[in-house]
């Protein structure tokens, strides 16, 4: 049974309940590129009060550094170490969970924000943001592409330039099936300017469908990802609670990896009503109309 | 139980029982761009045994012009009103089933073969081959792609030149209900150049996912290509065999649509050892190593 946060002491108690808060950042933080009411007070007040901050995104087309940029633009605070973006996750798994040997390369279908992840856990990569995938293939691409053993994964993420020949790269490399598919997470939408278009777990299908392989998720609600965060920052599960917008990612993945709570905002995807649906896939422990009413009430 | 066709016998009481033969296209009379032995003599046969031959195929980037040209270049004869690709029969269902509004249009993810077949019914289009399409989401894209009511119907197929502009367009006119949404065929793969890459089913995935909608699909194994070939062909369905070379697309389509019979031939995608899997998701009634050998042995 969810619990709504409407009065001051139900604030105080969640609040004296955790440690540690981890953040979904986009339909919590803010909306597109519009700030959310109260958010940086509340944000200042968990600081005031000693409490661990970390912010989570799904997003793969920022680096850390871009991200960082970001929450400080919104006059958050936040450190390097402190922001665990679907790049950042994914450029460990490879490195650490896949152990790609040194002559293999990650041929990317995603944007720059893996590319820079990679780069500094020192893993050779492809594809991603060159140029020159993006144009039509040629009968000269159809007769030479194909598997190839220098590629040890096909690393999907959100490419808002994807075209016909990546796909046809990624579908030949994983043809081998020493060539592991990756995908930096399958949120089906991409939410942006107040409204949403295709997302990373849509852009990746055509190479699902087509391949009838079944990626390794490495963003949130998978508990890959939590692995990843945990690696960075040693704190206690029971401890922290998952703040974020979406049951079936956010929420779920404050299930999926064992966290003490979980709080909804009504500010992003998730609606109300949603939470007591009969089908409803997850039910948070909290939830709140907007971020910015913990420092506004509490 | 399938019975392969081996001696001419078999091959003589095959031909007897059908007055209509309806051929996929590649895999079984060519494939990719080359020739397959024998067919142009078995072809001959049936013509001058009298036999009405009909081309099927789930391509929906040509036209019938073009799959005319591209079967006569393989010295086979061809008139244009036996052959159904599925940019027609997807034409026909706009035309005659969904009866599009004369002020709607269809929105092609697909290439020139859907334009003109569309052009030829009478059917306002956009999107498809239009190459100011072909290029980067900008911000001002994102502010501005919303549901459109002129648009009536999205329409996907094969498009080798697809991008992210292209899947947000359609994502965002398929929020309207009424937009309805249309698959000229779920094939997951393109065979082409001796291997394969994704297929006009694999294209479509994006939207599929991204949408949570179904898509009425309009080529084999659905009725509703049959459905469209009778309508200008018309012929008993029980005096009619289906040859094609995949059992999950040709072979159901002759069951999906109640032909007398079906020939798998092993030139093209299925496998003999796939006919006596256990889970082999339909059985051809006859099969046949080439479709060069019933002229030859028959």
Same mark, same amino acid.
């Given at each position: 049974?969810?619990?709504?946060?409407?009065?001051?002491?139900?604030?105080?108690?969640?609040?004296?309940?955790?440690?540690?808060?981890?953040?979904?950042?986009?339909?919590?933080?803010?909306?597109?590129?519009?700030?959310?009411?109260?958010?940086?007070?509340?944000?200042?007040?968990?600081?005031?009060?000693?409490?661990?901050?970390?912010?989570?995104?799904?997003?793969?087309?920022?680096?850390?550094?871009?991200?960082?940029?970001?929450?400080?633009?919104?006059?958050?605070?936040?450190?390097?170490?402190?922001?665990?973006?679907?790049?950042?996750?994914?450029?460990?798994?490879?490195?650490?969970?896949?152990?790609?040997?040194?002559?293999?390369?990650? +041929?990317?279908?995603?944007? #720059?924000?893996?590319? @820079?992840? =990679?780069?500094?856990? !020192? $893993?050779?990569?492809?594809?991603?943001?060159?140029?020159?995938?993006?144009?039509?293939?040629?009968?000269?691409?159809?007769?030479?592409?194909?598997?190839?053993?220098?590629?040890?994964?096909?690393?999907?993420?959100?490419?808002?330039?994807?075209?016909?020949?990546?796909?046809?790269?990624?579908?030949?490399?994983?043809?081998?099936?020493?060539?592991?598919?990756?995908?930096?997470?399958?949120?089906?939408?991409?939410?942006?300017?107040?409204?949403?278009?295709?997302?990373?777990?849509?852009?990746?299908?055509?190479?699902?469908?087509?391949?009838?392989?079944?990626?390794?998720?490495?963003?949130?609600?998978?508990?890959?990802?939590?692995?990843?965060?945990?690696?960075?920052?040693?704190?206690?599960?029971?401890?922290?609670?998952?703040?974020?917008?979406?049951?079936?990612?956010?929420?779920? +993945?404050?299930?999926?990896? #064992?966290?003490?709570? @979980?709080? =909804?905002?009504?500010? !992003? $995807?998730?609606?109300?009503?949603?939470?007591?649906?009969?089908?409803?896939?997850?039910?948070?422990?909290?939830?709140?109309?907007?971020?910015?009413?913990?420092?506004?009430?509490?």
């Amino acid at each position: 049974m969810a619990i709504k946060l409407e009065k001051p002491d139900q604030y105080k108690e969640f609040l004296d309940k955790f440690d540690v808060f981890l953040f979904d950042c986009d339909g919590v933080l803010w909306s597109g590129n519009e700030p959310l009411p109260g958010v940086k007070d509340t944000m200042e007040l968990l600081r005031s009060s000693g409490k661990q901050i970390i912010f989570v995104s799904n997003n793969s087309t920022k680096s850390r550094e871009d991200y960082m940029k970001k929450i400080n633009a919104h006059e958050i605070e936040a450190k390097l170490e402190e922001i665990y973006p679907s790049a950042y996750s994914s450029a460990i798994y490879v490195k650490k969970v896949l152990k790609l040997p040194e002559d293999k390369k990650v +041929f990317i279908l995603g944007e #720059g924000g893996i590319e @820079s992840e =990679l780069d500094r856990v !020192g $893993v050779k990569h492809t594809g991603g943001t060159d140029a020159s995938l993006r144009r039509a293939v040629n009968s000269d691409d159809l007769n030479t592409i194909r598997p190839d053993p220098s590629i040890g994964a096909v690393l999907c993420g959100m490419d808002r330039h994807v075209t016909y020949l990546k796909y046809c790269m990624a579908y030949q490399y994983l043809q081998d099936p020493n060539c592991a598919f990756l995908l930096t997470n399958q949120d089906s939408t991409f939410p942006t300017n107040g409204t949403f278009f295709p997302g990373s777990g849509s852009i990746s299908y055509p190479l699902i469908f087509s391949t009838g392989r079944t990626p390794k998720i490495l963003g949130k609600p998978y508990d890959e990802m939590m692995e990843a965060i945990v690696a960075g920052v040693n704190f206690d599960r029971k401890k922290a609670c998952f703040v974020g917008d979406r049951l079936n990612t956010d929420i779920q +993945f404050a299930k999926n990896s #064992g966290l003490g709570g @979980s709080l =909804l905002v009504l500010t !992003g $995807v998730s609606q109300e009503s949603e939470i007591y649906e009969k089908d409803a896939p997850v039910v948070p422990d909290y939830y709140i109309n907007s971020l910015g009413d913990l420092a506004k009430k509490a």
